[in-house]
């Protein structure tokens, strides 16, 4: 994880780092994300699909096969 700080509006420069905002975390290119187990391929599929289009970067939906 990683803090993004940032300082109050109209304030001079210098004094220091701001306070922190809020905490980010990255993710490296490749890296799996979720694994699912337990359920047919197809719905695992459709929930992958829903929860990607709640995220702010591209995803794949990979199989075991696949890799």
């Known amino acids: 994880d990683k803090p993004i700080t940032q300082k109050p509006l109209e ?10 905002e809020y905490w980010v975390a990255q993710i490296k ?3 799996i994300l979720y694994e699912m ?3 047919s391929e197809e719905v695992a ?5 829903l ?4 995220l702010p970067f591209s995803t ?3 199989s075991r096969s696949a890799i």
């Open 60 to 62: 794949a939906v990979v």
């Open 45 to 49: 599929r459709r929930a992958f699909e």
């Open 29 to 31: 290119p490749g890296r």
């Open 11 to 20: 304030v001079r420069q210098g004094k220091g780092k701001g306070s922190v």
């Open 51 to 54: 929860a990607a289009a709640k």
């Open 37 to 39: 187990e337990g359920v």
